[in-house]
């Protein structure tokens, strides 16, 4: 039984992988619905670990090195796919060093695993990381990417479509979301320890904004989970447990 969660993380591996490969190969809603599945597997194995007591040091290991294709690797390639052809169709009209630019924008996107990457080391070894997070957690990122991917192809919000077709604006999110995560901005891990409201505060204020969005907006409403999550992080501050510095 002690090895179920580790198992249950290399899943979350090969759903990463293979959100790598349909994304390689331009099926990029795929490759979102197959983040999504590596979340899923992600949550799947800290409750396994915690439900069997079975904690190791290399389930945290696999845990980072998964996390980080799945939620690094991954969407960083989602978003090169998207910005691709429109870099492509200005560096036809230009010549140069307007060309030069052009070229070097695409490379953008390797800010994303570099930063998850960075994210995710110093995650395992900084010990204050318990009841809150610094940065933006790894498949926080994932999710703020991906949700752009499935609204766009699901909702008839003409915004929403020009977003992902649009280069500029697709680079900005990613420079923000990169350095959202190696920054030390106070963020809540979303781990309830128990479900007393009291401590857990900004969690159920999360969880109820989410809900009364989607209601209202659908699933458009899947864009506003990471500015949701990051404003009542910095509202709700982590309540310390008894003894904490």
């Known amino acids: ?53 079975a904690y190791s040091e290399i389930g945290k290991e696999l845990d980072s090195l998964a996390d980080l294709v799945s939620f690094g690797v991954a969407p960083g390639l989602i978003i090169y796919k998207l910005i691709v052809p ?4 200005l560096s036809m009209h230009d010549s140069g060093q307007g060309t030069i630019l052009t070229s070097i924008l695409l490379y953008i996107p390797v800010l994303m695993p570099v930063c998850a990457a960075l994210r995710l080391a110093k995650f395992n070894i900084d010990t204050t990381q318990t009841i809150s997070f ?72 999360l969880i109820g904004l989410v809900l009364i969005s989607f209601i209202i907006f659908g699933l458009a409403a899947s864009l506003l989970i990471i500015p949701f999550y990051i404003i009542v992080s910095l509202i709700t501050p982590p309540t310390p447990h008894r003894g904490a510095l």
């Open 134 to 205: 610094k940065g933006l957690p790894a498949p926080a990122n994932a999710i703020a990417v991906i949700s752009a991917v499935i609204v766009a192809n699901y909702s008839s919000m003409p915004f929403l479509k020009s977003f992902t077709e649009s280069p500029a604006a697709l680079l900005i999110y990613t420079v923000i979301l990169s350095l959202l995560m190696v920054t030390r901005l106070p963020l809540l891990s979303l781990k309830f320890k128990n479900l007393n409201f009291k401590g857990n505060e900004g969690r159920f204020i």
């Open 1 to 53: 039984m002690k090895h179920v969660p580790n198992f249950i993380t290399t899943l979350n591996l090969a759903a990463g992988f293979a959100a790598i490969i349909s994304a390689a190969n331009g099926y990029l809603l795929t490759a979102s619905w197959l983040i999504m599945a590596a979340m899923i597997f992600d949550f799947l194995d800290g409750f396994a670990a915690r439900f069997l007591k």
């Open 86 to 89: 429109a870099i492509s169709n």
